[in-house]
Structures are given as structure tokens and as C-alpha cells.
């Protein structure tokens, strides 16, 4: 089972939409969880990082985390076509310890269409 | 506010050479982690410095070595180049082990 795992997309939405991003992880005990945005040829961007199972809302975006599931989620209000890149999920497992690397999944591509 | 730093930004070699690859923090972090994120995938962790030790290594070879200076920038060293080694290598720093980290440009390796 891999660690962190995402729909490859590419998910397509129309300019002004929701886009919703989806990101499963293994590890149970895992307690920080990022959100990259990667556009072509260039590197990751942190745009959100969620701790706690409330809602975390920073602009157009918003990060959800369920535990309970093992899932995080990524919504994307009022879509534009600037916002057409990869998104990478990133998890941090348990804070115990000394274990800080980030593990990443593939990424899922969006793009939004004018 | 400078952000983190890399160099060179591209590099070709071929099979067998050896590379090193620059990395500086952002202003004021002290962390520094190094990924390797070939096409199509995310980054994978290769391994991270904080006061000038290697803290937390990945699942890579001995081939990859690395060193933190007294001013947080950091090298990543990969000796006897194979053409698997052919990747984008990011440099991210952190204010600490724990937080945030944040990409710099990266270096596109290509190993013929």
C-alpha cells in the first residue's frame, strides 16, 4: 500500500468552479499534512498546511482533514486558469521521535478551462 | 526577504562522475532537506541537516552524501552517477526540523 495517495487527474473544471482535491494517507498515526502546488517545470509552492480536523480556510482555498478516514482534501474556490498546475499532498508522520521528512504523493493535475 | 537558493540550476554529466549540487536557506531558517523528484512523481525524501549533522535519511544510497556549513547552506554530494539518478533535486529549509518547509527553484540533474 503506498503511503500517500492521489488521483493522477488530470481533473478538469470549468473557470469559476469548485475544484476539490482528494489525498489518502497509510499512516494512522500521522499528524501534519501540507499542500504543494507545483506548476510545469517549476518547484513546489506551499500554499496550505492543516494540523487539526477543523476546516482551514486561507483565501480561495480551503484544507479538510478526517482523521478518523485518513483523508485530506483541498477546495478550490471560483477556479481560474492560473491555478492549472500539479498538487502535491504531502504527509508528516507521527510528531514522536525525530521523523520530520515530508512523504509526498503523485500529485494530481488540474487544470481549468476559460 | 531572499528565499531559498540553488545552484547550479541545470547540470549534465554521465554515467560514473560525480556532482555537487548548492543549496541556501531562506533568511533566518536552519533546516535544510534535500528531495529528488523525478517526471511524473512527487519528491522523495533524500535526507535533512539541522546544526550541521545529518538528522534523518530516506531510502537512498550510500552514493548520496550531503553537509550542512556553519551558515545553514548546504551540499548534496551523488558520486558514480547512474542514469536513474536523472532527476529534478530540491532543496527546502525550515525554521527548525518540525515546520514548514519551503522549495527552492531546484536543480534539473541529466545523466547521460
Known amino acids: 500500500q503506498k503511503e500517500v495517495e492521489q488521483n493522477s487527474g488530470p481533473l478538469s473544471v470549468p473557470e469559476g468552479a469548485i475544484a476539490s482535491l482528494n489525498c489518502t494517507y497509510s499512516d494512522r498515526g500521522s499528524q501534519s499534512f501540507f499542500w504543494y502546488r507545483q506548476y510545469s517545470g517549476k518547484s513546489p509552492e506551499l500554499i496550505m498546511f492543516i494540523y487539526s480536523n477543523d476546516d482551514k480556510e486561507d483565501g480561495r482555498f480551503t484544507a479538510q482533514l478526517n482523521k478518523a478516514s485518513q483523508y485530506v482534501s483541498l477546495l478550490i474556490r471560483d477556479s481560474q486558469p492560473s491555478d492549472s498546475a500539479t498538487y502535491l499532498c504531502?504527509?508528516?508522520?507521527?510528531?514522536?521521535?525525530?521523523?520530520?521528512?515530508?512523504?509526498f504523493g503523485k500529485g494530481t493535475l488540474l487544470t481549468v478551462n476559460p | 526577504d531572499a528565499g531559498v537558493t540553488q545552484s547550479p540550476t541545470h547540470l549534465i554529466k554521465t554515467r560514473g562522475q560525480q556532482v555537487t549540487l548548492r543549496c541556501s536557506p531562506k533568511s533566518g531558517h536552519d533546516t535544510v532537506s534535500w528531495y529528488q523528484q523525478a517526471l511524473g512523481q512527487g519528491p522523495q525524501f533524500i535526507f535533512q541537516?539541522?546544526?550541521?549533522?545529518?538528522?534523518q535519511r530516506g531510502n537512498f544510497p550510500d552514493r548520496f552524501s550531503g553537509h550542512q556549513f556553519p551558515n545553514y547552506s548546504s551540499e548534496l554530494n551523488v558520486n558514480a552517477l547512474l542514469l536513474g539518478d536523472s532527476a529534478l533535486y530540491l532543496c527546502a529549509s525550515s525554521l527548525g526540523p518540525p515546520n514548514e518547509q519551503f522549495f527552492g527553484p531546484g536543480t534539473r540533474l541529466t545523466v547521460l
Open positions: 541537516y539541522y546544526e550541521e549533522e545529518e538528522r
Open positions: 504531502a504527509v508528516r508522520p507521527n510528531s514522536g521521535g525525530s521523523n520530520y521528512k515530508l512523504t
